[in-house]
């Protein structure tokens, strides 16, 4: 199965907008925007409910983040890469549980998702990974790791063979941006 053009400009979008967040390039932000959007529209078609709801979170989330970045490049104390506290781990890490199985449940049993657990867990994770990425915490790239490796094979398993390439270019570049924000706590 071939991918469409809407499956191609989704790679194409997502593939900047991650090349964009490593870089700490504000225009991620507006990228982002595009890319939910297109890909809203390949989730439905494949009913991955969950990752399509996603889309609509993460272009709140891509508001906020372009707003937080933004505010913070302006005032006279910049938002700068930091860590997670103890705390906000745990907190994160009981929210981040909590929600894959409540969204795992809901998919199951409120829609026809083949696969609820894979799509309740890779939500959940990639909600907590783009909130730590809207505060620039560094442990935002662990998560997104861990999401990607779900994501590549639930993707080739529905058949969006583009969007797993997409997905695997993008555990790369979690490894530039983790190794990128890693150099900038340490300065």
């Known amino acids: 199965m071939t991918p469409d053009w809407i499956e191609v400009a989704g790679f194409l979008t ?3 907008n991650v090349w964009l967040l490593a870089r700490q390039n ?7 925007l595009i890319n939910n959007a297109i890909y809203l529209t390949v989730f439905l078609r494949a009913g991955l409910y969950g990752d399509a709801g996603l ?6 989330f891509g508001i906020y983040g372009w707003w937080n970045w933004l505010h913070a490049s ?13 705390k906000q781990w745990r907190w994160l ?3 981040t549980i ?8 809901f998919l199951a049993r409120a829609t026809d998702s083949t696969v609820p657990a894979g799509d309740g867990v890779t939500t959940a994770l990639a909600l907590a990974a783009t909130w ?3 505060r620039k915490y560094l442990e935002c790239w662990w998560l997104w790791i861990a999401a990607d490796i779900i994501y590549i094979p639930l993707y080739g398993y529905k058949h969006l063979w583009l969007t ?3 997905y695997g270019i993008f555990m790369a570049l979690c490894v530039v941006g983790l190794r990128s924000w890693k150099r900038e706590l340490a300065q």
Request: proline share 4%; net charge neutral.
């Open 26 to 32: 504000i225009w991620n932000w507006p990228v982002a």
């Open 98 to 105: 909590a929600g894959a199985g409540t969204l795992a449940l």
């Open 93 to 95: 890490g009981a929210a």
């Open 164 to 166: 797993a390439a997409l």
């Open 132 to 134: 730590c990425q809207s």
């Open 55 to 60: 889309q609509v979170l993460y272009a709140l």
């Open 74 to 86: 302006a005032a006279t104390q910049p938002l700068h890469v930091q860590r997670l506290t103890e």
């Open 14 to 16: 997502g593939a900047v």
